[in-house]
């Protein structure tokens, strides 16, 4: 059975402060990895994608990617709270698997002013 | 910014009835999806769709499920009995290029809530 493993929070965070949220996948063979925000009784909304190992920046979110080791990591800094939400890692199960995302259960993050 | 349509938004059923929650893709996109997820759950897959054919289906969907692509714009999910276990948001998602390729990602639309009593 595939899994997307995060832990549930809720992750309290100061504002201003950064916010790390992490995330574990089974399925060795995953090639892509993406993080979504979900605001309660919203659909999800796409914050990143990373395909390849290492870092990647975009303003003031950074994915991180460790095939090896199977994690894939998200970076808040400087965070405010609009982004107090559920952080949802997903995972393109396979290669030849269209869209077929296995998704973690979220892990919620609260802002605190 | 293009998005994906739902409707409707809400839709409370009784359990035994029939259900069909339409959606409008994003106009250039390819490769159609439908996911739901209920009150307090995961997101979970239901159905790849792709040259008016299913590519990929998972073991919810089962025989009372069925999805069309009735004309250009449309994409549909046909619940044939529902059952209270069927009951959640239903997201709708489209891309472009198949995910993987390092080159798209599934967009999604606001959902339709499906309550079965």
């Known amino acids: 059975q595939k899994e997307v493993e995060q832990n549930s929070g809720p992750l309290s965070v100061p504002e201003g402060a950064i916010a790390s949220l992490n995330c574990t996948y089974s399925?060795?063979?995953?090639?892509?990895f993406f993080w979504y925000r979900q605001y309660s009784g919203k659909s999800p909304e796409l914050i990143m994608s990373?395909?390849?190992?290492g870092d990647k920046e975009d303003g003031r979110f950074t994915a991180q990617l460790n095939k090896a080791s199977q994690y894939v990591s998200l970076l808040i800094r400087d965070s405010q709270p609009s982004d107090s939400a559920t952080y949802l890692c997903?995972?393109?199960?396979?290669?030849?698997?269209?869209?077929?995302?296995?998704f973690g259960a979220g892990t919620q993050v609260v802002v605190t002013p | 910014e293009p998005e994906v349509t739902q409707t409707p938004s809400h839709q409370v059923t009784q359990m035994g009835q029939e259900v069909i929650l339409r959606c409008v893709p994003i106009?250039?996109?390819?490769?159609f999806y439908w996911y739901r997820q209920i009150l307090g759950q995961k997101v979970e897959f239901l159905v790849s769709?792709?040259?008016?054919?299913?590519?990929?289906k998972s073991e919810i969907f089962d025989d009372q499920f069925s999805v069309e692509r009735p004309d250009g714009s449309n994409f549909t999910l046909k619940i044939r009995s529902t059952k209270l276990e069927d009951s959640a948001m239903y997201f709708c998602?489209?891309?472009?290029?198949?995910?993987?390729?390092?080159?798209?990602?599934?967009?999604f639309g606001a959902g339709s809530r499906l309550t079965v009593l």
């Open positions: 998602a489209s891309s472009d290029e198949e995910t993987g390729s390092g080159a798209n990602v599934l967009t």
């Open positions: 399925d060795r063979v995953s090639q892509s």
């Open positions: 990373i395909y390849s190992n």
């Open positions: 997903a995972v393109d199960a396979t290669t030849d698997s269209w869209g077929k995302f296995q």
């Open positions: 106009s250039n996109h390819l490769y």
């Open positions: 769709f792709y040259n008016n054919e299913i590519s990929e």
